[in-house]
Nanobody, 128 residues
């Protein structure tokens, strides 16, 4: 399974950004992209990795961390095997490496430990 994130940049606070995660290689797992639980996680400098947002493939239901507060939206395009994270009203505390994660079965979508497959990450830096 390959997950490749893109879209990370350095920008000023209150700006907007969309991250993308292109996925491939699910076939050997016996699953397709649309079967996978997908999530965005992030790791701020010198801090633990944390879940940001997740999406349930069957229901389309999304989960968001408390700090998102309506600023971020997770979505996916199953035809393109691509996951997105639209981020608005960015704050300096949103700075970090953002990762795309996937797994076939997830009980707690915002717990990053639940996910087996990870991308390399894309850096987002927000300055005040």
């Amino acid at each position: 399974v390959q997950l490749v994130e893109s879209g990370g940049v350095s920008l000023q606070a209150v700006g907007s950004l969309r991250l993308s995660c292109s996925s491939s290689g699910f076939s050997y797992t016996g699953y397709t992209y649309s079967d996978m639980h997908m999530a965005w996680c992030r790791q701020p400098p010198a801090k633990e990795r944390e879940g940001v947002a997740a999406i349930n493939p069957a229901s389309g239901t999304t989960s968001n961390a408390g700090f998102v507060k309506g600023r971020f939206t997770i979505s996916q395009d199953n035809a393109k095997n691509t996951l997105y994270l639209q981020m608005n009203s960015l704050k300096p505390e949103d700075t970090g490496m953002y990762y795309c994660a996937a797994d076939t079965t997830v009980s707690y979508p915002l717990r990053h430990q639940q996910y087996t497959y990870w991308g390399q990450g894309t850096q987002v830096t927000v300055s005040s």
